[in-house]
């Protein structure tokens, strides 16, 4: 790993404001929007289709439409500029970029082949019944233990075991997993308090990270074995199949545990919508593309335009950034039909919680199956959820989830019916 120059990262562009384009002022990265963004994108995507950020001197858009529009148009809106705040044509990245997500097509396409097979719905199957077993194990320990953090106890345990398991890692070290996670995602926005405050508390991750994607440490019969399977067969590079190895501990764990602890908060929340899964458990999988949209997981990236070009019939500058708010587009109520209802019946339409496009979330598949088989192992055991406490969130320039949920899983009186 290359010397990192932290100071040049997401340094605040006062930029000039353009003309015509609506001007917003809130700043999506405070403690105060990202405890509640929904008033504040609600703003947003009032004030037009595309806006102007004046905190970070880029563009933004909010609006289902205008959201779709620029993730699918990556000719247009690139991602080897990185997708965030840092534009890396023209600033240090704090790590050497992605070479799946901070990357364009032809490139893209490669690596993005490779990857995609190995976490297809089809090489999935093989892991559901070890899935659903261990469900099965933590919820137990969960109604036994009667109280307990939904946070620490089945979020973070449920994919810190199943997921890390499945790409191949040592049992040992895991707990580096997280901090690393947390990186990643701040680094996506700017060089706040928040991302110094993490780097700070880094330690030893990264260089953990590192060794663990190598080959030698990777169990047989694990998704990084199979990167490094089609490594040996020449679809890509030895090098490149470790740093596809680190692209999964990047973006696997905060995003699946933040999900799973969104999907508590919301049932424990709305006892009625509980009990609907409770008492239909077929219903899973919808229910948590339900959570997806009401609490998307991932708030917002950035694109970077590779020319002039028009969008909402406003003019936007070569190399100018466009922060895309998936979390608002997904609760845009000219698109949803009571939009922040939360509500498991909803017909399922395309959110875009995994985002859209040629980097729609290549583990997408693999995220709804844990919260699905958690949300089942839950409807299997639990009558109730009741919070007992505020929960606490977690703060992170890009993802949301909390720290902590204070939670009694009331036993089903009756299991086996
Ligand atoms: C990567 C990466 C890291 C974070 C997120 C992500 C949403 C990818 O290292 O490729 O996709």
Redesign the pocket.
């Known amino acids: 790993m290359s010397q990192v120059s932290f100071e040049e990262i997401g340094k605040q562009k006062p930029g000039h404001t353009p003309r015509g384009v609506p001007v917003v002022a809130f700043d999506p990265y405070s403690d105060e929007v990202m405890s509640n963004p929904y008033p504040y994108y609600q703003e947003l995507r009032e004030a037009g289709p595309l806006v102007w950020m004046q905190r970070y001197g880029t563009y933004a858009v909010g609006s289902y439409s205008s959201v779709v529009r620029v993730l699918t148009d990556h000719a247009s809106f690139c991602s080897s500029a990185g997708v965030g705040l840092t534009n890396f044509h023209t600033e240090t990245p704090w790590r050497k970029p992605?070479i799946?997500?901070e990357v364009d097509p032809p490139d893209h396409s490669r690596t993005r082949k490779v990857f995609s097979r190995i976490l297809s719905p089809r090489s999935l199957n093989k892991l559901r019944e070890r899935f659903e077993q261990e469900a099965e194990a933590i919820v137990s320990r969960v109604v036994a233990k009667g109280v307990c953090d939904g946070v620490k106890d089945l979020a973070e345990a449920y994919p810190l075991k199943v997921f890390a398991d499945a790409v191949g890692l040592p049992p040992d070290g895991r707990e580096h997993l997280l901090p690393y996670g947390d990186m990643?995602f701040n680094a996506f926005g700017p060089q706040n308090d928040r991302f110094r405050e993490c780097l700070a508390r880094l330690g030893p991750s990264i260089e953990w990270i590192n060794e663990v994607c190598q080959r030698k440490n990777l169990r047989e019969d694990s998704f990084g074995a199979e990167l490094y399977a089609a490594a040996d067969a020449g679809e890509i590079t030895h090098e490149e199949a470790g740093m596809l190895v680190?692209?999964m501990l990047?973006?696997g764990l905060d995003t699946t545990i933040f999900t799973i602890g969104n999907a508590l908060a919301c049932f424990a929340r709305n006892p009625d919508q509980w009990a609907i899964v409770r008492d239909n458990p077929a219903i899973a999988r919808q229910a948590i593309e339900e959570v997806l949209r009401y609490d998307s997981t991932f708030h917002s990236f950035y694109r970077t335009a590779t020319r002039p070009v028009t969008l909402e019939g406003m003019q936007i500058e070569k190399n100018q950034k466009i922060l895309v708010f998936v979390a608002s587009a997904n609760r845009d109520t000219s698109h949803w039909a009571g939009a922040d209802t939360f509500d498991v019946h909803r017909k399922p339409a395309a959110n875009v919680a995994f985002g859209t496009g040629i980097h729609g979330?290549a583990g997408q598949m693999i995220a709804r199956l844990e919260a699905e088989i958690v949300l089942k192992a839950l409807a299997a055991q639990v009558e109730r959820i009741e919070l007992l406490g505020a929960p606490e969130l977690h703060f992170n320039n890009t993802v949301r989830g909390y720290a902590s949920l204070p939670l009694r899983f009331v036993a089903k009186q009756d299991k086996g019916d």
């Open positions: 992605s799946i997500l990643v680190r692209t990047s973006a979330c």
